[in-house]
């Protein structure tokens, strides 16, 4: 990928115009930063640091952030109709009872 990227770059002449590139949190997107920087480096000899120019979207994060917080409010609100164990009435002194 970082081949296509690097080749795109080139095709257009804006190698040395590259300031940053914008992605998810995906590991194959640290991956090709860095064989992007390896690659200006060793062919254009453009010094490109992918730790410190590739950017992670915020609008991803907030959305992961977002999703996991929705997911753990869902697991414990009990659904419309349920009641908590907690909140149930024994019917006579003989549900209390349990000869375990």
């Known amino acids: ?9 080139e095709e257009y002449s804006i190698m040395d115009k590259l300031q940053c590139i914008t992605s998810d949190n995906a590991s ?3 991956t090709l930063a860095a064989a992007l920087s390896t690659k200006l480096s060793e ?3 453009i010094e490109w640091n992918n730790e410190t120019h590739q ?5 991803h994060i907030i ?10 409010i869902k697991k414990k609100t009990p659904a419309r ?5 907690d909140d149930i009435e024994p019917e006579s002194e003989d549900d209390m009872n349990l000869d375990l």
């Open 1 to 9: 990928m970082a081949n296509i990227v690097y080749q795109i770059l």
């Open 28 to 30: 194959n997107n640290y």
């Open 43 to 45: 062919e254009a000899d």
């Open 63 to 72: 959305n992961l952030l977002v999703k996991k917080l929705l997911s753990a």
């Open 81 to 85: 109709g349920t009641r908590n164990v």
């Open 55 to 59: 950017l992670l979207c915020l609008a």
